[in-house]
Every structure is written in C-alpha cells, then in structure tokens.
C-alpha cells in the first residue's frame, strides 16, 4: 500500500472510531430496554438463575421485605411495580447489581445481596434489568425514564 493510501486509512480509522466514541458518550438511552423482547427474554433467563431465588419467581421479593430478620438485615425487596426498585435510576441500579448494595449504603450496613460482577457481564445485567423493567406498568415505567434522565446522585 502506497504511504499516501495509509495515512487515508489512517485517518479513517482514527475517524471512525472518534465518532464511535462521541456517538457513545451523547448515547442517554438506558442500556435495560423494557420494550427489548430479545434483551427481555435473556434477562428473564438470567434472572430465574442468579436472582430468584431470593427475589421471588414472580419478582415478588421476600415476604415482609420492609421487616428486617434476625439477623438484622432486611430481606430482598420486591422487584415488581410494588417494590422500591424503580425508584432509583438505571445507573444506580446497574451499580448496586454489579458491585453489591454495600457500594451505595452507609458504611458497616450488612446485606446480602452479592455484587454479581465476575459472575454476570454488564450486558446481562443490562438484560436482567431490562426483564425487571419490563414488569412494571407503564406509568411508573415513565416515571423510572425521568429518574434514570436526571444526573446521577440518586
């Protein structure tokens, strides 16, 4: 290749790749598509594996998840429309599922939920959340879409 074909492919490349980056960076949609039924259908799998069995089959949660156990910890709260789950934004929900709940509690708070980093990739996270989201009607569906707009510090 001539030295004046490479330096053109050069700055294609270099191109390319900047507007891949930029197109990523200005990306605000959400990762956890609740209208994805491919995204939708992994993440239901993904779920029923890693997820339900502390927080229902049917996203229900634990019984009396607001009442904490004996051992002082609350149980594993509802995932469906009755649950706190949409009240927090995306990112914060990616977090607390990819590094743990301990990340975003006050310091010496005792969970048990288990960061799933290592374990899941973050686009089957993204997937798991997608399935969660997906439950929920379609107003607090909009109302999660205002919260995951808003910056981050939720």
Known sequence: MQPRALLFAAIAVTLVGAGTGLWVFLDREPAAHPDNREQIAAGEKIYAANCAACHGAKLEGEPNWRVRKD?????????????????????HLFGIVKDGLTAYAPAGYATDMPAFKGILSDAEIHAVLAYIKSSWPQDIKDHHRQISAQPANN
Request: no cysteine; hydrophobic share 20%.
């Open 71 to 91: 051992s002082g910890r609350l149980p594993a709260p509802p995932h469906d429309a009755t649950g706190h789950t949409w009240h927090h934004s995306d990112e």
